[in-house]
Nanobody, 115 residues
Framework: QVQLVESGGGLVQPGESLRLSCAAS????????MGWYRQAPGKQRELVAD???????NYADSVKGRFTISRDNAKKMVYLQMNSLKPADTAVYYC?????????WGQGTQVTVSS
C-alpha cells in the first residue's frame, strides 16, 4: 500500500497557475498508475489526469491543453501543473495511486479560483 500527501493548493485569480505536488511513500511507487482527481461542492469526484508507470498520460476534456501531469519515480512524486485556471476548476484535488484494482488516496488539497 502507498501513502500519499498532497500540497500546493491555494487561492488564485482566473488565468493564473498553480502546481500541485503529491509525495508517495510506503511501496514501490514506479509500478502504480498515478492520478489527480477533483471534487467540487455538490458534485462527484472526477478524474482530472493520470499517468502510467511508463509515462503515458490521459486528461479530462475540460483540462486538456491547460493541465500537465508528470511524475518523478526516483523521488516518488507526482505533479499537476495547472495553467489558465478558471473558476470551474475550483475543487478539492486528490492524489490517487492505482494498482491491480486497489486505490490509495491522499487527504486532498483545496484549489480556489476566484477574482
Amino acid at each position: 500500500q502507498v501513502q500519499l500527501v498532497e500540497s500546493g493548493g491555494g487561492l488564485v485569480q482566473p488565468g493564473e497557475s498553480l502546481r500541485l505536488s503529491c509525495a508517495a511513500s510506503g511501496s514501490i511507487f514506479s509500478v502504480y498508475v498515478m492520478g489527480w482527481y477533483r471534487q467540487a461542492p455538490g458534485k462527484q469526484r472526477e478524474l482530472v489526469a493520470d499517468i502510467t508507470s511508463g509515462g503515458s498520460t490521459n486528461y479530462a476534456d475540460s483540462v486538456k491543453g491547460r493541465f500537465t501531469i508528470s511524475r518523478d519515480n526516483a523521488k516518488k512524486m507526482v505533479y499537476l501543473q495547472m495553467n489558465s485556471l478558471k473558476p470551474a476548476d475550483t475543487a478539492v484535488y486528490y492524489c490517487n495511486a492505482h494498482l491491480l484494482g486497489r486505490d490509495s488516496w491522499g487527504q486532498g488539497t483545496q484549489v480556489t479560483v476566484s477574482s
